[in-house]
C-alpha cells in the first residue's frame, strides 16, 4: 500500500488538525447539549436534531439514518467525495502539505470508458481557467471588461467570484482542452461543449459571454453561467445543463461566499441573478444568494436550513417573481424554516439591488427592505385580501376556502402538533378569521414524505430497533475499546474473522479491523475507519456504508455500557461466553456456525439490563475489572 495510497501518518497529521465540531460547524448550525453538539442530520429529511457530534471522540452520528463515521466521512458524504478528495480537502483548509500521492491509473481504475465525478470537476477546473484567461487577455477579453466595468464590479468581485470571459470563436475551449488532453467525454458530460449535428467534432457551449462560475459550498467549479456580451446575442443568460455534480434545485450561486455570513446573520436572502449577488457583496452585505432561474425549492430550503433559520425571498415585482414566491408556500410546509418576502417597491424607484447599490443610500436602503420583510402567509393574505377589496361575502368565502384547501393539500394537516397549531394562528391572524374556522377548514391532504432507510441498511434509533448480534456487538466492543484486542487468546480472535458474518457490511468493518490490529494502529475505531478507507481506495467499493456500520457498531456498545471500563470487559467477556458457548455446541452436533438459531441480542440486552441496576443500586464501585478471558 505504500507509495500508492494515502500514508497513514497524513491521515492522523490532517485528523488531528480538523477538529470536528468546527468542520461540522462550517457546514450547519451546532448546538452544545451537554458534551454533545446536535444539529439537523443532512442526509436525510431531518425535522428535529438528530445528528449528535461527539468532540470527545471526534465522531458525529445519526440516531435516525444511520449515518456516521469521523470528520473524513462526514465530508465524504457531505460533499460527495472519495476519501482521497476528502483528505485533501481538509489538508488544505489546515495548510497541510500531503505526502506525494500516485493514484492508480485509468485501467486500475475501470474508468477508461465511463466519466466519473471527479473527471467532469476537473474539466470544470480546466474551463474556469481558460475563461479567466480569456477576461484578461488583451484582444479577446477587451468587451467583456468593458462590460464589468458599466456594470461597477470591482476587482475585488471579480477575483472573489472568479469571473472570466469566453471568447467569440466556436473552438476555443475545445482546443484548449485537446492541448491538455482532457478527454472530449468529460467535456461533453459537463456541458461544456456540444456535439455537432452535421460532420464530426464539437463546438464551445459558452461562446462570447460573460463567464460566471457555479460554484458548491466548499467552493467546486461544478457548473457556469454566461451572460450575452453582444445586445444583440439571445438568450440574456445562458446556463450549464443538469449533471452529476449540477442540480439546479439544490444549487445556489454564490453560497460559497455566502456561507459564513448566512450563519452569522441567521437569515439567507434569495436574490435574482448573478449581478445582484456580487453588488450585495459588494456593498458588504454577504448573507445573499441566487436560485438559478428557478423558484426556491425544497433543495434550496433543505441546504440553508443547515445555516440559517430565516430565508428572505428579494424578488422582482412583476408575474414571474409573485408566482415563484407562490410556490414557496410549498417549501414553507415541507421545510422546518421561517420564509418571508421582501420587495424593493415601497422603499427605492431601484428595480433590483444591482440598481440600488449604485445610489449613495443604497446599502442603508437595503437593510431597511430586508428588516421590513413579510412573512410569507401574511404576504400570501394581504394579496388576497387586495383582490378580494370590492368582492362580496360570497367570494370572499369561496377564496379563503380554495387557499386553506389548497394549504391543506400541501399538508398543513400533516405537520408535526407544534408547527401545525403555530401555522393555523399564523394563517388566522392573516386571514383574519377565528383559529378554529381554519382548524375545521383543515382536510387531510397528501401525506408528508417520511425518511425510510434502503432495504438492509441500518436504522439506529438508540434502544430497540436496531439490535446487533452477539458477534457484532463483540466487534463493537474492540472498536470502543482497542485494548481488549489484546486480551484475546489467537483462538478468541478468530470469533471476529470475516467468514463469520452474514452481512457484507459488517464483514468489511471486520476485515479493517483484523488488518488495522495486525500493522500496528490498533482496533479503535478511527484507526478502523482510516483503514476502511485504504481498502475502499484499492477495491474501488464506496467506503461511506462501512464507515456508518463500524460507527453504529461503535455507539451500540457506548450507549449500552454508558462508556464505563468495567461494563465494557464485561460486556466484552460475555460476548466471547456466549459465541464460545454456542460453537461448541454446534461442533458437538456436527452444524455449521450459525448465529441466527438463538437471539444473543436478548441474552445481551438482560445483562446489561442487569450491570445498569447493579450499578445503581452499588454506587460508582461496581465489580472488580475483569481481564483476560
Not at 467532469?120 to 467583456?144: K, Q, T, V
Not at 450575452?228 to 449533471?243: A, C, F, Q, R, V
Request: charge should be negative; proline fraction near 3%.
Amino acid at each position: 500500500m505504500s507509495g500508492l495510497y494515502p500514508q497513514n501518518d497524513d491521515v492522523q497529521r490532517v485528523r488531528d488538525a480538523s477538529d470536528i465540531v468546527r468542520v461540522v460547524g462550517e457546514h450547519l448550525t451546532l448546538k452544545p447539549k451537554g458534551r454533545e453538539f446536535v444539529g439537523l442530520c443532512p442526509f436525510h429529511d431531518d425535522k428535529n436534531p438528530s445528528m449528535c457530534v461527539i468532540p470527545a471522540k471526534q465522531i458525529f452520528h445519526c440516531f435516525v439514518c444511520g449515518s456516521g463515521g469521523d470528520v473524513f466521512t462526514f465530508v465524504q458524504k457531505y460533499h460527495s467525495m472519495d476519501f482521497r478528495e476528502s483528505l485533501e480537502f481538509l489538508a488544505d483548509r489546515a495548510n497541510i502539505e500531503l505526502t506525494p500521492f500516485r493514484g492508480r491509473s485509468s485501467s486500475d481504475q475501470g474508468e477508461a470508458q465511463g466519466v466519473g465525478n471527479k473527471e467532469i470537476l476537473a474539466a470544470n477546473d480546466m474551463a474556469n481557467g481558460f475563461f479567466r484567461a480569456i477576461l484578461n487577455h488583451p484582444e479577446h477579453g477587451a468587451a467583456a471588461r468593458e462590460v464589468i466595468a458599466r456594470r461597477g464590479i470591482s476587482d475585488e468581485m471579480v477575483e472573489r467570484f472568479q469571473i472570466g470571459a469566453s471568447p467569440d470563436r466556436w473552438d476555443g475551449l475545445v482546443m484548449i482542452a485537446e492541448n491538455k488532453d482532457v478527454r472530449t467525454e468529460a467535456l461533453l458530460s459537463a456541458g461544456l461543449v456540444k456535439q455537432r449535428e452535421r460532420g464530426e467534432g464539437q463546438y464551445d457551449a459558452l461562446r462570447n459571454r460573460l463567464i460566471f462560475p457555479i460554484c458548491d459550498q466548499i467552493g467546486r467549479v461544478i457548473a457556469f453561467g454566461g451572460r450575452k456580451i453582444n445586445e444583440e446575442d439571445e438568450p440574456k443568460y445562458l446556463n450549464s445543463p443538469e449533471t452529476t455534480v449540477f442540480k439546479k434545485s439544490t444549487t445556489l450561486y454564490g453560497i460559497n461566499n455566502a456561507a459564513r455570513a448566512i450563519k452569522h446573520e441567521r437569515t439567507a436572502v434569495v436574490v435574482e441573478g448573478y449581478t445582484d449577488v456580487i453588488a450585495c457583496h459588494q456593498a458588504g452585505v454577504e448573507h445573499v444568494v441566487a436560485t438559478l432561474g428557478t423558484a426556491l425549492t425544497s433543495g434550496h430550503a433543505t441546504v440553508l436550513r443547515r445555516l440559517c433559520d430565516t430565508v428572505v425571498l428579494l424578488f422582482d415585482g412583476d408575474a414571474a417573481g409573485i408566482k415563484a414566491a407562490d410556490r414557496a408556500i410549498e417549501v414553507l410546509l415541507s421545510e422546518t424554516i421561517d420564509i418571508k418576502i421582501a420587495a424593493l417597491a415601497g422603499y427605492t424607484e431601484a428595480k433590483d439591488p444591482d440598481e440600488l447599490f449604485k445610489q449613495d443610500d443604497g446599502t442603508d436602503v437595503f437593510r431597511r427592505v430586508i428588516d421590513g420583510a413579510v412573512d410569507l402567509i401574511k404576504w400570501k393574505f394581504d394579496r388576497l385580501r387586495e383582490e378580494l377589496k370590492d368582492a362580496g361575502p360570497a367570494r370572499v368565502t369561496q377564496r379563503i376556502q380554495e387557499e386553506l384547501d389548497r394549504l391543506s393539500e400541501l399538508g398543513l394537516g400533516e405537520l408535526e402538533p407544534v408547527r401545525r397549531r403555530l401555522m393555523i394562528r399564523q394563517i388566522a391572524q392573516a386571514a383574519r378569521v377565528e383559529e378554529q374556522v381554519v382548524t375545521e377548514a383543515i382536510r387531510t391532504g397528501r401525506g408528508r414524505r417520511r425518511f425510510s432507510p434502503p432495504a438492509g441498511e441500518i436504522e439506529y434509533k438508540g434502544e430497540i430497533d436496531w439490535k446487533p448480534d452477539a458477534r457484532e456487538q463483540l466487534l463493537g466492543c474492540l472498536l470502543f475499546e482497542p485494548n481488549l484486542w489484546n486480551l484475546l487468546s489467537s483462538e478468541q480472535r478468530e470469533l471476529t474473522s470475516t467468514v463469520r458474518f452474514t452481512s457484507d457490511l459488517t464483514r468489511r468493518v471486520a476485515d479493517a479491523l483484523h488488518s488495522s490490529a495486525e500493522n500496528g494502529t490498533g482496533t479503535g475505531l478511527h484507526a478502523v475507519l482510516a483503514e476502511l478507507s485504504m481498502l475502499a481506495e484499492e477495491d474501488g467499493i464506496d467506503t461511506l456504508p462501512s464507515n456508518e456500520r463500524a460507527t453504529a457498531l461503535y455507539r451500540y456498545v457506548a450507549e449500552h455500557t454508558e462508556e464505563v471500563d468495567d461494563r465494557v470487559t464485561r460486556y466484552f467477556n460475555e460476548c466471547i461466553s456466549l459465541l464460545v458457548s454456542k460453537e461448541s455446541r454446534n461442533r458437538d452436533r456436527e452444524l455449521p456456525v450459525d448465529d441466527s438459531d438463538e437471539n444473543e441480542a436478548d441474552v445481551l440486552a438482560k445483562f446489561l439490563a442487569g450491570e445498569r441496576k447493579h450499578r445503581s443500586q452499588t454506587g460508582l464501585g461496581g465489580r472488580p475489572r475483569i481481564s483476560g478471558s
